[in-house]
């Protein structure tokens, strides 16, 4: 059965640095579209980050273009989240997303969601 889970989350100070990753079980991820979303307190899901099967495209929200960056590694199933110059604003549940398809910014269009890893920036 395919599952997503994340780890990598944690607690870390404005400007810090983390990376988020995420394991895919099943050997059908590799052709899927993936990515990551986040869902702050009190606040809608958003996107956040996206990558196509083969790496080839990848896309970001405006508020993390420049200080994320979204990868993967086909051979481990696994997509990586890494987070420069976190700030406060970053604080949500960050959740690792699946897509049987070309991918999109939209939540609606993802087949499988992670649990989700808590990733706090203090000020």
């Known amino acids: 059965q395919e599952q997503l889970v994340e780890s990598g989350g944690g607690l870390v100070q404005a400007g810090g640095s983390l990376r988020l990753s995420c394991a895919a079980s099943?050997?059908?991820?590799?052709?899927?579209?993936m990515g990551w979303f986040r869902q702050a307190p009190g606040r809608e899901r958003e996107f956040v980050a996206g990558i196509s099967w083969s790496s080839t495209t990848t896309y970001y929200s405006d508020s993390v273009k420049g200080r994320f960056t979204i990868s993967r590694d086909n051979d481990k199933n696994m997509v990586d989240l890494q987070m420069n110059n976190l700030k406060p604003e970053d604080t949500a549940v960050y959740y690792c997303?699946?897509?049987?398809?070309?991918?999109?910014?939209?939540?609606?269009?993802?087949?499988?969601w992670g649990q989700g890893t808590q990733v706090t920036v203090s000020s």
């Open positions: 997303v699946a897509d049987n398809g070309p991918g999109s910014r939209y939540q609606q269009h993802y087949d499988y």
């Open positions: 099943g050997s059908t991820f590799r052709n899927y579209a």
